[in-house]
């Protein structure tokens, strides 16, 4: 009902531009063909997609195609999906959402969301957004990954753990960092609230954060909640970075474009 009169007092607009569409909480044409979504052929593991099955290494027992990092190196957490590939298309959704208080993003990218992780949603024992700290939250007052969380938890029915996670301190920005450099700033960078150890044990816990770039944030989540008792910590993004190496030539500097305007992504 309150759609209804709501659409009948203000247009609705497309989520990302403003132009005038059908109903609330879409994007229009255009703004939707902007937008990658994330779909098959992609690693089993770190859900990054390929260009062709050709390029995964089927790995395992029951030979998924993994990519060649995954290969060479299982990651700590079980598996990570996201919903779009993020490029400038899902920048205009996803950064509104962190800096632009835009709040009501949060509905339609969980449900894009939602599509992607479903099968890490069936075993999930609850979700976890990946924190904030709290100088930071305190400036932009709300925690983009909580909302997703939340809004995650209502359309699965998986209950959401918004404060198992805290983060000790800030990180800086870790985009300009070497592998190295980035899980040594991480490093004691987040840690458990109290009783959560009680909680995690044996259980399949989801993390859920806005950008996914090296996977060295949510690397060191899963971490300290494997160390603690969980017994599997998968990952869900609304937007992840494609590995470059997999990329054909023309698809280089959109990668590029992608770490360089992003102050953000992967952890700010
Ligand atoms: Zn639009
Ligand atoms: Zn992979």
Same mark, same amino acid.
């Given at each position: 009902m309150g759609g209804v009169a709501l659409d009948t007092l203000l247009p609705p607009r497309c989520l990302s531009c403003s132009t005038i569409v059908p109903s609330q909480g879409t994007l229009c044409g255009e703004c939707f063909r902007g937008v990658t979504l994330i779909g098959s052929?992609?690693?089993?593991?770190?859900?990054v997609p390929f260009?062709?099955? +050709?390029?995964g290494v089927p790995s395992g027992e029951g030979a998924e195609l993994h990519c060649p990092r995954c290969a060479l190196r299982s990651p700590e957490y079980g598996q990570a999906r996201a919903?779009?590939?993020?490029?400038a298309g899902s920048r205009r959704l996803v950064l509104p959402l962190k800096y632009g208080?835009?709040?009501?993003l949060a509905g339609p990218i969980a449900r894009q969301m939602a599509h992607a992780g479903r099968e890490l949603l069936e075993r999930a024992d609850f979700l976890v957004p990946v924190p904030l700290h709290r100088r930071r939250l305190l400036a932009r007052r709300y925690n983009q990954a909580a909302l997703l969380a939340w809004k995650l938890s209502r359309l699965s029915g998986v209950p959401c753990a918004p404060d198992l996670l805290r983060r000790r301190r800030a990180t800086q920005?870790?985009?300009?960092? +070497?592998a190295a450099e980035r899980a040594a700033v991480l490093e004691g960078a987040f840690r458990l609230a109290p009783g959560a150890v009680a909680k995690l044990q044996a259980r399949h816990v989801l993390l859920v954060d806005d950008v996914l770039t090296s996977g060295a944030t949510v690397t060191a989540c899963a971490r300290l909640l494997l160390g603690a008792g969980a017994a599997r910590v998968d990952v869900l993004a609304a937007a992840r970075v494609p590995d470059p190496s997999l990329a054909d030539g023309a698809d280089l500097p959109s990668f590029r474009n992608a770490l360089d305007h992003d102050a953000t992504a992967d952890d700010v």
């Open positions: 052929p992609l690693c089993h593991r770190c859900g260009l062709h099955g +050709g390029q919903a779009y590939l993020y490029d208080d835009r709040t009501e920005p870790l985009n300009k960092m +070497g």
